[in-house]
C-alpha cells in the first residue's frame, strides 16, 4: 500500500521567503501531482511530475525517483501563496491518487 | 481554458435521503474520478471510471455508492441512503490523455 507523507504539516512565512515543502511516498509511481488547496475548498493542479523538474512562474517541482522524494518550492512568497498544498501520488493512466495529509503554508506581508 | 464543473456547490439533505451529485468532465478525457476529503481530513480516492463502467473502487466505495455517465458529457455519483459520515467535499476529476488529473471545484455535501 502507498502512503504519501508531506512535511512540515504547518509553514510560515515572511514574505519573500524561500520555500520548500517535501513529500516522501513509499512505492514505485508513475506521477506525482503537487496540488493547491485554498479555503474555499477548491483544488488546482499545480504539477504532475515522473522524472526531473518543472518551473511555472515562481513555483519549481522537483523529483527523485530512486530516493522516492518530490519537494515543492516557491520562490519570493507572497501573501496570496497562502493555501494547502497537497501531494498526491498515482499509477498514471487508471492510477488513482494518493494523497498526503497536505502543507498549511501561510505567508505574512 | 477548458475546466471541469461541479453541481451543486453545495448540498444539504437528510440522513436517509438519495443525493446525486453532478460532474461535466474536460471533453476530450477519457477516465473520470470521484474524491472525497471529510472536513479536517486528507482526500481520499473513491471510484475510478473509464469506457462507462468502474475501473477501480476503494473500500469505502460500497454499495450506497454508484456512478454512471448517462448522456455522454455528465459524470455522476450517487449515495443511495445518505449518512452522516457522508458528510465531505466531494471533488470529480478527469484525465488527461497525458495523464494530468483536472479537478472540479467541488461539492460540500451536508447531510443532517
Same mark, same amino acid.
Given at each position: 500500500? #502507498?502512503?504519501?507523507? *508531506?512535511?512540515? *504539516? @504547518?509553514?510560515?512565512?515572511?514574505?519573500g521567503e524561500f520555500i520548500t515543502i517535501n513529500c516522501s511516498y513509499s512505492v514505485g509511481i508513475s506521477a506525482l501531482h503537487w496540488l493547491q488547496q485554498h479555503p474555499g475548498g477548491g483544488i488546482v493542479s499545480l504539477f504532475m511530475l515522473s522524472s526531473?523538474?518543472?518551473?511555472?512562474? %515562481?513555483? &519549481?517541482?522537483? &523529483? #527523485? &525517483? *530512486?530516493?522516492?522524494?518530490?519537494?515543492?518550492?516557491?520562490?519570493?512568497?507572497?501573501? %496570496?501563496?497562502?493555501?494547502?498544498?497537497?501531494?498526491?501520488?498515482?499509477?498514471?493512466? *487508471?492510477? @488513482?491518487?494518493?494523497?498526503?495529509?497536505?502543507?498549511?503554508?501561510?505567508?505574512?506581508? | 481554458?477548458? $475546466?471541469?464543473?461541479?453541481?451543486?456547490?453545495?448540498?444539504?439533505?437528510?440522513?436517509?435521503? $438519495?443525493?446525486?451529485?453532478?460532474?461535466?468532465?474536460? /471533453?476530450?478525457?477519457?477516465?473520470?474520478?470521484?474524491?472525497?476529503? +471529510?472536513?479536517?481530513?486528507?482526500?481520499?480516492?473513491?471510484?475510478?471510471?473509464? !469506457? !462507462?463502467? =468502474?475501473? $477501480?473502487?476503494?473500500? +469505502?466505495?460500497?454499495?450506497?455508492?454508484?456512478?454512471?455517465?448517462?448522456?455522454? /458529457? !455528465?459524470?455522476?455519483?450517487? =449515495?443511495? /441512503?445518505?449518512?452522516?459520515?457522508?458528510?465531505?467535499?466531494?471533488?470529480?476529476?478527469? $484525465?488527461?490523455?497525458? !495523464?494530468?488529473?483536472?479537478?472540479?471545484?467541488?461539492?460540500?455535501?451536508?447531510?443532517?
Amino acid at each position: 500500500k #502507498n502512503e504519501v507523507e *508531506q512535511s512540515p *504539516q @504547518n509553514l510560515t512565512a515572511q514574505e519573500g521567503e524561500f520555500i520548500t515543502i517535501n513529500c516522501s511516498y513509499s512505492v514505485g509511481i508513475s506521477a506525482l501531482h503537487w496540488l493547491q488547496q485554498h479555503p474555499g475548498g477548491g483544488i488546482v493542479s499545480l504539477f504532475m511530475l515522473s522524472s526531473g523538474k518543472k518551473k511555472h512562474g %515562481r513555483l &519549481i517541482a522537483t &523529483i #527523485n &525517483i *530512486q530516493e522516492k522524494h518530490s519537494s515543492l518550492h516557491i520562490t519570493a512568497s507572497h501573501p %496570496r501563496d497562502s493555501a494547502v498544498y497537497i501531494c498526491a501520488a498515482g499509477g498514471g493512466s *487508471q492510477g @488513482n491518487l494518493i494523497f498526503g495529509k497536505g502543507t498549511k503554508l501561510s505567508v505574512k506581508p | 481554458e477548458p $475546466e471541469v464543473t461541479q453541481t451543486p456547490s453545495h448540498q444539504v439533505t437528510q440522513m436517509g435521503q $438519495e443525493v446525486i451529485l453532478r460532474c461535466v468532465p474536460i /471533453s476530450n478525457h477519457l477516465y473520470f474520478y470521484w474524491y472525497r476529503q +471529510i472536513l479536517g481530513q486528507k482526500v481520499e480516492f473513491l471510484v475510478s471510471f473509464y !469506457n !462507462n463502467e =468502474i475501473s $477501480e473502487k476503494s473500500e +469505502i466505495f460500497d454499495d450506497q455508492f454508484s456512478v454512471e455517465r448517462p448522456d455522454g /458529457s !455528465n459524470f455522476t455519483l450517487k =449515495i443511495r /441512503s445518505t449518512k452522516l459520515e457522508d458528510s465531505a467535499m466531494y471533488f470529480c476529476a478527469s $484525465e488527461s490523455p497525458y !495523464n494530468e488529473q483536472y479537478f472540479g471545484p467541488g461539492t460540500r455535501l451536508t447531510v443532517t
